[in-house]
């Protein structure tokens, strides 16, 4: 079957660094997104990747390795407002996106 | 309008009861979807629609139907409402496929009783 894996919860300290790891095993494979969802909130495009390596954009940098079905989002510089639900999502042969449930984020002063 | 916007924000519906969430886009996206949210679970898709008049299944269609009549909007039907239905809906759309940018609506919490 096609399943995504990321951790339920992880807890950090405002200024320091976080990654948020990803397994998933699809029926195929199309690109790997990162989206972010504050609570009461849509989700917003933070990150896709479809080749293997590292995608950095200001704070956030999004990995990929196809060969171990694996990704990671790198939160630098945490901030009070960076506390929120990540959401990883793989893209199948089909083009249809299988979504992992949500690493909730809780950032401490 | 800037962006999607999705109607009601939230419902309290009678099981057995016809409800359509409402759902529309001013960025001519060609590709919208319905997702729904529960609690420990991932986004899991409804119904999509890659163009203005073909729609498609997704992981949880039964209960929902969906229309394309045009490329703006794109609502969900639950013709008998029931409990299993309640969760917060989102619809989305993308430039054109799946591995495209998905833009999300607000979200609309349904409770049905």
């Known amino acids: 079957g096609q399943n995504i894996d990321q951790p339920t919860e992880m807890t950090a300290t405002e200024g320091a660094i976080v990654q948020i790891n990803c397994t998933y095993q699809t029926s195929g494979f199309n690109g790997l997104f990162w989206y972010q969802q504050h609570a009461g909130e849509a989700p917003t495009f933070l990150s896709y990747n479809v080749l293997d390596g590292l995608e950095e954009k200001g704070r956030f940098s999004s990995f990929l390795s196809r060969s171990k079905g694996y990704s990671y989002l790198l939160l630098k510089e945490l901030q009070m407002k960076d506390s929120a639900s990540y959401l990883c999502?793989?893209?199948?042969?089909?083009?249809?996106?299988?979504w992992g449930a949500g690493t909730k984020l809780i950032i401490k002063p | 309008i800037a962006g999607i916007t999705q109607a009601p924000t939230s419902q309290i519906l009678a099981a057995g009861r016809r409800m359509t969430l409402r759902c529309t886009q001013d960025?001519?996206?060609?590709?919208m979807y319905w997702y729904r949210q529960d609690l420990g679970l991932g986004l899991r898709l409804i119904h999509y629609s890659n163009t203005a008049g073909t729609t498609g299944k997704g992981e949880v269609p039964d209960g929902y139907s969906v229309s394309r009549a045009n490329t703006d909007d794109f609502p969900l039907t639950l013709a008998s409402a029931v409990p299993s239905q309640t969760s917060v809906y989102f619809c989305?759309?993308?430039?054109?496929?799946?591995?495209?940018?998905?833009?999300f609506g607000p979200g609309t919490r349904l409770t049905v009783l």
């Open positions: 960025m001519r996206h060609n590709a």
């Open positions: 999502a793989a893209s199948d042969s089909n083009y249809q996106l299988i």
């Open positions: 989305a759309s993308s430039t054109s496929g799946m591995t495209d940018t998905q833009y």
